[in-house]
């Protein structure tokens, strides 16, 4: 298991997000959910030190599979 000191960058994709809001329950800092549809707002993505651990939480929570975690070098999605 990865450090959730570690330096990450999540991305989302929308298409395959179920609106089921364990993301943003989870860690309300890192996601939220758009007013119409439901469905997933990355708000960082690149979370702070304090909430990398819940963040990587809430990707293993989703039951979409509609997050992603990359490491911080990684070219962009």
Known sequence: MSDPREPL????????C???G?????APEVFDQDDEEGLVV??????????RAVARMAVGLCPAGAIA???PDSPAP
Request: net charge positive; aromatic share 0%.
């Open 42 to 51: 990355l708000v960082r993505p690149a979370p702070a030190l304090e909430h």
């Open 22 to 26: 364990m993301c943003a329950l989870t």
């Open 18 to 20: 179920a609106g089921a």
């Open 9 to 16: 960058r999540l991305s989302v994709d929308r298409d395959r």
């Open 69 to 71: 975690v990359h490491s």
